[in-house]
């Protein structure tokens, strides 16, 4: 998340002289934060019960309530036992007012005179950790719904491959052996050659079935001969059966081997590409490119079809799919990065930042990889 796109968090400045206030606010302004003033203990805690405040800077001698018995009242809310609270005094300045403001919840203690650079870094310094709390529990809270969703569409895959399995392979094996079975019951010559070979027939049908399911689970080109064969076969094979005209390109001429976790994971990113773009796309035409560079890997996918919402492009959790899903997951897990966007005039780009080992663990390196899904 860059400077422009950071999550802004809110600090309340609670004081009842207005000129501090905005003393507070001119020197805070700087953090690009959302300021919040309140002139007394009362108002503090009315805006703390409607807004979630990251830090909060009160004065210490305030009338009708001062600032200790105001961060008691605020410690004592469950939402806010975690509040940073910065007191300020000019007159509270001996060691034991220190410690009673440091026993009352405050995390500092800062007297008057201010100095503006340090009130700023210390004021920085808790709003960024809220920050990443809050973009924490977010993460966990799109990891959970995942997980969730994950186990459903596994399930849905079980039922479905289990149905493939009785419906397809099921069947001819069932009517090669009723054809097997016959020949032990005739006597007639010609009639166990026909039988013979239509048992023959089906087992063929069967072992087919079979391979097909095996090099969709995991194409034994793409350990054998490389990621550009395997890219090859599944592009073809999805041509066939949906009339979308698919493009692969690899760069440079001599493509290298990847590393096996680099090729599955790049693999894996253009299939669910492809799988989208067939799925929701409407599209005619779809392009894959290919570019091993130095230290990275760069991949191309782009289709002509509708395009997708702004909420699939922000990867809304109740708009994208389990495949995708999982996949920027996987991505973020290894230091990466998935976007998608909308493509110029029609279509939909997906974009993804990977480590060049893509290995179980953490890399260094950093490759990009381009994908287009219809979603």
């Not at 719904?145 to 419906?167: K, T, V, Y």
């Not at 395997?230 to 009339?243: C, E």
Request: glycine share 6%; net charge negative.
């Amino acid at each position: 998340m860059n400077a422009q796109e950071k999550l802004r968090v809110n600090i309340l400045m609670v004081d009842d002289q207005p000129s501090k206030l905005l003393s507070y606010e001119a020197i805070l302004s700087e953090l690009g934060e959302n300021l919040i003033k309140a002139n007394s203990g009362k108002e503090a805690l009315e805006c703390l019960l409607k807004t979630d405040v990251a830090v909060v800077l009160m004065d210490v001698s305030m009338p009708e309530m001062d600032g200790f018995e105001l961060a008691d009242l605020i410690r004592q809310h469950p939402r806010f036992q975690k509040t940073a609270i910065i007191f300020i005094s000019a007159i509270h300045l001996t060691d034991l007012d220190r410690m009673e403001g440091y026993e009352r919840g405050g995390v500092d203690y800062i007297s008057v005179p201010v100095i503006p650079e340090l009130l700023r870094a210390k004021v920085s310094i808790f709003a960024e950790l809220h920050r990443k709390t809050q973009q924490l529990e977010i993460l966990n809270l799109q990891l959970h719904n995942l997980s969730g969703r994950l186990i459903a569409s596994q399930d849905e895959e079980r039922r479905r491959f289990a149905r493939e399995l009785h419906d397809g392979l099921g069947q001819e094996l069932t009517a090669a052996k009723m054809a097997i079975d016959s020949i032990l019951l005739e006597t007639s010559g010609e009639f166990k050659r026909q039988a013979v070979d239509q048992a023959s027939s089906l087992i063929d049908g069967a072992i087919q079935q079979v391979r097909s399911v095996s090099h969709l689970l995991h194409p034994p080109l793409l350990d054998e001969i490389g990621l550009q064969a395997a890219l090859s076969w599944y592009s073809d094979g999805l041509t066939k059966r949906s009339g979308i005209e698919t493009s692969i390109a690899l760069q440079p001429f001599d493509f290298p081997r990847l590393t096996p976790n680099l090729e599955t994971m790049v693999f894996r990113i253009i299939q669910e590409a492809l799988t989208n773009v067939f799925r929701h796309s409407s599209a005619r035409n779809c392009w894959v490119n290919v570019a091993k560079e130095a230290n990275q890997v760069q991949v191309t996918v782009r289709d002509d079809g509708v395009g997708i919402t702004e909420e699939i492009a922000a990867f809304s959790p109740e708009n994208i799919g389990v495949g995708i899903g999982g996949i920027r997951q996987r991505i973020k897990e290894v230091g990466g990065e998935l976007r998608l966007r909308n493509a110029v005039p029609t279509g939909t780009i997906l974009e993804a930042i990977i480590p060049t080992s893509a290995a179980p663990i953490r890399a260094a390196n950093v490759s990009r990889v381009t994908v287009a899904s219809g979603l």
